[in-house]
């Protein structure tokens, strides 16, 4: 009479488990090294019962340390230690936990959550922040100082342009009184000349209008050339006469570029 069928499934009565177990694990062990020395295979078997038991078969040619080797070559993966586990759990654990503080401290840099803080950790709470914000206003009074120094340098090479063109311009004004004084001593020379000239029938009206005109002429063509040299028009269009002179923008007679004392000074307001 052949055996019924069994179903596979969990056996709920503990003693009939733990009788099946046994059994079961004895053939499956002799199964184990019969395939094992008929077939020359490299077996190793690893069992654990339901208490936590340690039951395990390897090769006669071969451990099982190195069983578990050849496994991890071939699958390429790696078995952690217990003791690795722990310190990547405990490093986990203290990441999160200085994660944690700063996330305190930088809202307690802003003045959230206070109501955890004593009286103590509170002042030195404001110590910390009393000596950032000292910093902060150095820097600012840094900055400030550097652009007023700016200021005052490009201040006082302004006022030497202006010094410049001051001279200038009283140069021109002796030079144009100078022209006005002599071609007035001309005029009353020429005058009184032709005045006897024309008494004694000696010279022509016609004439003495274009001698007249052809020195005033060479006159103002002095005094402009003699005023007109003073000023630098180096590549610009020549001005013809003292008054377009007058109408130009002044030059930079002393270009220059003012650069902050230090590399990351940046213009800003004073405002």
């Known amino acids: 009479m052949g055996r019924g ?17 046994a059994k079961r694990r ?5 199964k184990t090294h019969e395939l094992s020395v008929l077939c ?3 077996i190793g078997l690893i069992i654990f019962s339901s208490n936590g038991k340690l039951y395990e078969y390897c090769s ?28 990547l759990c405990g490093e986990v654990r203290r990441i999160k ?10 809202q307690r840099y802003t003045g959230e959550d206070l109501s955890s803080l004593s009286l103590g950790e509170l002042n030195e709470l404001e110590d910390m922040l009393e000596h950032s914000t000292q910093k902060v206003r150095n820097r600012k009074f840094d900055l400030l100082q550097q ?29 144009a009184a100078s022209f006005e004084h002599h071609h ?12 006897k000239m024309e008494e004694d029938g000696r010279i022509d009206i016609n004439h003495h209008m274009n001698m007249n005109m052809n020195m005033n002429m060479n006159m103002n063509m002095n005094v ?35 650069l902050p004392t230090q590399p990351n000074l940046q213009d800003y307001s004073l405002d």
Do not use: C, W
């Open 224 to 258: 402009n050339v003699n005023v007109l040299d003073q000023f630098p028009f180096a590549g610009e269009e020549q001005p013809n006469s003292v008054l377009q002179l007058a109408t130009l923008q002044p030059p930079s007679f002393y270009p220059y570029r003012l």
């Open 40 to 42: 020359d295979a490299q």
């Open 5 to 21: 069928k069994i179903t596979i499934a969990r056996i709920e009565n503990k003693t009939t488990r733990q009788v099946t177990f």
């Open 147 to 175: 652009k007023t120094e700016n200021l005052k340098r490009k201040e006082t090479m302004l006022e030497k342009d202006n010094e410049h063109l001051f001279h200038l311009i009283k140069e021109h004004q002796v030079a």
């Open 184 to 195: 007035h001593q001309a005029e009353q020379v020429t005058n009184m000349n032709v005045s």
């Open 97 to 106: 936990s200085d994660t944690h503080n700063l996330q305190l401290s930088l």
């Open 26 to 30: 004895a053939g499956l062990l002799k």
């Open 60 to 87: 006669d040619t071969s451990s099982m340390e190195n069983m578990i080797k050849r496994y991890q070559l071939a699958t390429g993966t790696q078995i952690v230690q217990q003791s690795e586990m722990e310190q």
